[in-house]
């Protein structure tokens, strides 16, 4: 087996391991965020950018005093050297309704095989801000006056 191909084995069974904490993730569960991220991992996704473990954990914390029951299903994956690219849906409850955000996560491994990035890639007009009273109207009409005829 040569080291590309043991790293890839390798960065597969982090990845797995990765998607079955943040399937069943819980205030509970979070602080084993330290055993998935490096001191100083970056995560971006629509609103949020920060540098640092301890901020990305917040963001989480956030997502359980704000959403009802959330959870993350995943799709796909795909590794290539020590990056990994996986799809997702993003469920959770908020004020009784159910959401389903459908999104793609890009992660770089450190070489101690924790996550050094995090970039969430999803749609926050489509799959949520459209699906909101009021708002959702507004961003209909905006979207059907950008559509080529």
Not at 14 to 25: F, G
Not at 34 to 57: C, G, H, L, M, W
């Amino acid at each position: 087996m040569t080291s590309s191909a043991f790293l890839a084995c390798d960065i597969q069974e982090r990845v797995n391991k990765l998607q079955v904490w943040y399937a069943t993730m819980s205030p509970q569960t979070l602080p084993r965020i330290d055993d998935f991220y490096t001191e100083q991992a970056y995560f971006k996704d629509p609103f949020n950018e920060v540098n640092e473990r301890s901020k990305i954990k917040r963001i989480f914390e956030h997502m359980f005093e704000t959403t009802e029951n959330p959870s993350f299903i995943f799709d796909d994956c795909i590794i290539s050297g020590d990056q990994a690219f996986l799809s997702w849906r993003f469920v959770f409850g908020l004020r009784g309704k159910q959401y389903k955000v459908m999104g793609a996560s890009h992660l770089r491994f450190a070489s101690d095989g924790k996550v050094c990035m995090h970039r969430d890639y999803w749609d926050p007009a489509e799959e949520l801000w459209e699906k909101l009273p009021i708002l959702g109207a507004f961003i209909g009409w905006l979207r059907k006056k950008f559509v080529a005829a």
